[in-house]
């Protein structure tokens, strides 16, 4: 019976954002100009729904990301029209240092890169200098002449939206910022829920 109620509960959660997709909090209007804002505002949204990613409470990032490229198909359909797969954890080097960008898309409608870090946590503010930096080097390292911009989004599990307004003010770069949603998994709940050892052993005494 949970197990029937708890698939009832995700499928209303994500009906329920399904129909609040709204404009993810950017500042693409200032960095790309109004005609190319409003054009990279229709291919992203905010929440992203990954439905398919089962995490328990503590999972890493990078845990989330092999499930999501295990299952990129999915993650394309969800992304959107356009989204084409480049790379997880993405290597870029500058001045003999090695960095790596958590997802990187190239969008073929825009004709754009799309630098996506990956956060299973709340907003931070210091989450867009990281992001913003990966962008620049992605512009010069990887864009070519005839690209558009690279932009930057960020994947969090929350975010208060005018904390993102003000992380964003001063940034050059096309950021946005969207929640993004998975299965978790109640581990402890279905623990509690299996007999012990003790149980199992009285169980086959008495057969």
């Not at 109620?5 to 909090?25: A, M, V």
Request: glycine share 4%; hydrophobic share 35%.
């Amino acid at each position: 019976m949970a197990g029937k109620r708890d698939t009832l509960e995700l499928q209303i959660k994500h009906e329920l954002y399904q129909k609040s997709f709204e404009t993810l909090p950017n500042n693409f209007s200032k960095s790309l100009g109004e005609t190319s804002a409003k054009l990279v505002e229709q291919v992203v949204k905010d929440p992203y729904w990954f439905d398919f990613v089962e995490i328990e409470e503590e999972a890493h990032e990078r845990d989330i990301e092999q499930q999501m490229v295990s299952n990129i198909t999915k993650v394309l359909l969800e992304m959107g029209k356009g989204f084409a797969f480049v790379g997880q954890q993405y290597h870029i080097s500058l001045n003999e240092k090695d960095y790596y960008i958590d997802l990187l898309f190239y969008h073929i409608i825009l004709k754009r890169y799309v630098v996506v870090e990956l956060k299973n946590q709340k907003f931070q503010p210091e989450f867009v200098g990281k992001l913003n930096f990966y962008i620049n080097v992605v512009d010069r390292q990887l864009k070519n002449h005839d690209d558009n911009p690279s932009i930057g989004l960020l994947l969090c599990r929350d975010k208060d939206s005018f904390e993102v307004e003000y992380a964003l003010q001063g940034i050059e770069k096309p950021i946005g910022v969207s929640q993004f949603n998975v299965t978790e998994l109640q581990l402890n709940n279905i623990k509690s829920q299996l007999p012990t050892v003790t149980e199992l052993e009285q169980h086959l005494n008495s057969l």
